[in-house]
Every structure is written in structure tokens, then in C-alpha cells.
């Protein structure tokens, strides 16, 4: 974007502490993702056998896993950083900024005024306040996506798709695993019947201690300790030699001095932004994990195309958040779109249920899938597909046929239904599950 702006005869200044690529290329989504194939791989190892294949034993080399990942992604940030060397718009300040004024920000020790700016600060993980943590040597999603020696066994604090995803990870290649998190299911603000697969398959490999929450950390030696007490007041004590906190994340939007600039926050202190992504202060616009309505890198990516059309184009187009989907990199992955039944159950919406599951396919009963599903949520009266969720093998790409569903024409149940799918294709779960609406 920044050099769109200056393209069009814009100064620019492009400011970030750390470095350039930001929390997605750095820390995020692309190095856990490139982690999480090694993760997968091992999963297709160890079901070879299923097929006929007989595998005589394989070796992981956990440095080499990560080299690989961080040599990339170091690689990428520095050639981002690269490009801005020599120019003098945009101009590049690699270093920490506050608010000062209205429209005047401290960057190191100078101070730069600007008649447009966008806020694209993203988030950081929260550290509950667990006594003894603090100081006690615990990781962040941050350090564990760099670590080089495997831990023998992990103890996750939180159950979203963070914890869930390096659990993944870590487990799959044989850390053992131990999840405490305070829901009774796992990445609980899915739908619930996904939710509930997940954390029975996950129940199967790990060992799980939901509705529960700790209570105290302790360092001993190398190890940690930590207490932790069910819902129904029982105690116990989980030994590991690797902590990782991952309850979630907050905007940076504490750090930046927002009230000099007279720019408003919520109560969890995300950015307030119309749908054009104005703040309270004309000319200050913002964007991303700091505004707080879809935390994820593709939701960022299109907010940014209407953040060109508005701030350089001055077009001020209301940002089309329709059919904005995630997924969950997990084994099995996860992939959704729209609302969930407990959603619609709270809006007491008129709607009706599809499901069906993969091992019912021809090509799930080939792959022997057998804990996949695809379940839409469909308005009653119009056929609208109002959500869609799948749990299953490559479920982040069979929920696009959803997505383009919903977010073309009429956004019918029958696009799906009166298309036709490729036998014996995974893709036919998708449409047995449309036509199962009722």
C-alpha cells in the first residue's frame, strides 16, 4: 500500500518496530502453516499402513524442520526490508512510535506530522495472570514457532486455534501433550458440532483437561509444574519441560498513545472504525487485528484493497465483509464460513441443517476418512446458505465452493446443488451435504 500511495504523489512513511512483514510472514500464519506440513507429513507416515504401506521407521530432525522455516521466513523479511533501502518515498523508520498530537507521532527521537495515516498495529499474545508465571520461562506462540530442540512433553495453557494448531505441531511429531483450557470444548467459538469432534479426536491423542483452569506455575529445574483445578473444585499437577500460554491475543493499540490523537477504542481496546474504516479522527484510518472484527491475515489483505480506495483514491467504498471465512490447520483441518447453529439459535433464525459425512463419499471411504463432515446452515424460506462448516481432509479448500456460493448472486443452497460435482471427488461431500438440506 505504501508504495501505491506514493505512486500516486503521496509522501510516505512507512513505520514498524519489528520486522517488516509483520505478525503473518513473521510470527503467524506462514511459519506455523510451513511447520504444520512437517506435522502432516508425519501424519501420513503413520497412516501408511492403512493403504498397504508398510513404513520401517522414520527419524525426525526437529532443528532441521525448523532451519528451514526460519531461513524463509528471515529471508522474506529482509528482502521486504531491502526494497525500502536507498528510497526516499515511501521512506522506511525502523523503530518504535507513539502518539504525541492529533496527527503527530514520536518515531525514535523524531517527530513526523501527516495529514492521512492508517493504524495496521496488529496484536500481541495476552499472559493471563496465573501466579508464578510471570518470569517462569513459558513461551508464546512467538517463541514456539523458533524453537530448536523438541520438547519431550508441553503443557498448553488455552484451547483456540492457536493452541490447537501447535498441538498439532508439537504433538504429531511426538511431544506429549497436555491442553488445559477453561471450555468444556476446544475452539469453542466454532460451531459446536465441530467443536465437539475436534476435542474427541484430540481426547484421543492428547491429554486433555478442559473445564478446568491453572491455578499456579512453578519452576523446577528445567521442568515446569503446573497446578490446575476442575469445575468441580479437583486439583492436580501437570509436570512438562515446555510451557506455551496461548489464551489469545490483544491489539497493540495500549502502546501507541491513542488518546493524544483523540483516536477512540472499545473496552478491549480495539480501534472503533466505521465501515469505511474512518476513526474518531478524520484522516486517521485503521485496519487489521487492531480493529478487532476478523483477526486473520486474508481479512487484513481485503481491508487493505478498500483502505487504497479510501484513503488514496479518496472513494470512501464501505468495506464488504460478506461470507468472510477462516480455517483451523489442524489434523483434521477445519474450514467455516458465516454463522454457526448457536448463533442462529440465539437470533432465533428460521433455518434448516445439511451434514454428511466424508466416509460415506467414494473418495472419503478411499482415503478413510472417517471423522470428517460437512454440515450447512441454510435459511428456510429462501435457500440462502446462511453457514457452512467442515471438519475433514483439505476442509480449507473445500469450504471455498461455500464462500463463492454465498458471496455470488442470490447466495443459494442451489448454486451448490444444481452444479455438478466430479465423481468420486472429495468435492462430492460438499454437494451431498447441500442436497441433504432438510
Request: with cysteine; charged share 25%.
Amino acid at each position: 500500500m505504501t508504495a501505491e500511495a506514493a505512486s500516486h504523489g503521496m509522501k510516505v512513511a512507512e513505520i514498524e518496530k519489528g520486522a517488516l512483514g509483520g505478525t503473518c510472514l513473521n510470527r503467524g500464519c506462514i511459519p506455523s502453516k510451513m511447520l504444520l506440513h512437517s506435522a502432516d507429513v508425519v501424519e501420513t507416515i503413520k497412516r501408511a499402513g492403512l493403504f498397504g504401506i508398510r513404513v520401517n521407521g522414520y527419524k525426525v530432525d526437529f532443528p532441521s524442520i525448523v532451519k528451514r522455516v526460519t531461513e524463509q521466513v528471515d529471508g522474506d523479511s529482509k528482502n521486504i526490508e531491502n526494497s525500502f533501502k536507498g528510497s526516499k518515498n515511501p521512506v522506511l523508520y525502523h523503530e518504535k512510535c507513539e502518539f504525541v498530537g492529533k496527527k503527530t507521532l514520536k518515531v525514535g527521537d523524531k517527530e513526523i506530522t501527516a495529514d492521512k495515516i492508517l493504524i495496521a498495529a496488529g496484536s500481541r499474545p495476552i499472559i493471563p495472570d496465573i501466579p508464578g508465571l510471570k518470569g517462569s520461562g513459558f513461551m508464546t506462540s512467538e517463541e514456539a514457532l523458533r524453537l530448536t530442540k523438541q520438547p519431550k512433553t508441553m503443557t498448553i495453557i488455552g484451547g483456540g486455534y492457536i493452541a490447537a494448531e501447535l498441538a498439532h505441531f508439537y504433538g504429531s511429531l511426538g511431544t506429549k501433550i497436555n491442553i488445559v483450557h477453561r471450555n468444556g470444548v476446544l475452539i469453542n467459538r466454532e460451531d459446536r458440532d465441530i467443536a465437539q469432534r475436534l476435542t474427541d479426536i484430540f481426547r484421543q491423542k492428547y491429554n486433555l483437561y478442559t473445564d478446568s483452569e491453572p491455578t499456579k506455575v512453578s519452576k523446577n529445574g528445567t521442568g515446569f509444574e503446573i497446578a490446575i483445578k476442575d469445575k468441580n473444585g479437583k486439583t492436580q499437577i501437570l509436570k512438562s519441560d515446555a510451557l506455551l500460554v496461548a489464551v489469545g491475543v490483544k491489539p497493540y493499540s495500549d502502546v501507541l498513545r491513542l488518546e493524544k490523537a483523540g483516536v477512540k477504542t472499545d473496552e478491549k481496546g480495539h480501534i472503533i472504525v466505521d465501515e469505511y474504516l474512518r476513526t474518531s479522527v478524520d484522516g486517521i484510518y485503521a485496519l487489521g487485528d487492531i480493529i478487532g472484527k476478523y483477526q486473520f491475515r486474508h481479512s487484513a489483505n481485503h481491508e487493505a484493497g478498500y483502505a487504497v480506495e479510501n484513503i488514496i483514491h479518496g472513494k470512501q467504498v464501505a468495506v464488504d465483509y460478506t461470507a468472510m471465512p477462516h480455517a483451523i490447520f489442524t489434523s483434521p483441518q477445519i474450514g467455516s464460513v458465516g454463522k454457526t447453529e448457536e448463533q442462529l439459535k440465539s437470533e432465533g433464525a428460521d433455518y434448516l441443517v445439511g451434514k454428511y459425512e466424508y466416509i460415506d463419499t467414494a473418495m472419503g471411504a478411499a482415503i478413510e476418512d472417517r471423522t470428517g463432515f460437512v454440515k450447512f446452515l441454510v435459511d428456510r424460506k429462501t435457500g440462502r446458505i446462511l453457514g457452512c462448516h467442515i471438519i475433514g481432509t483439505e476442509a480449507a479448500a473445500l469450504v471455498h465452493e461455500a464462500i463463492v456460493a454465498m458471496k455470488s448472486g442470490s447466495g443459494s443452497i442451489y448454486n451448490i446443488i444444481n452444479s455438478v460435482h466430479i465423481h468420486p471427488a472429495l468435492s462430492e461431500v460438499v454437494s451431498r451435504a447441500a442436497y441433504s438440506i432438510g
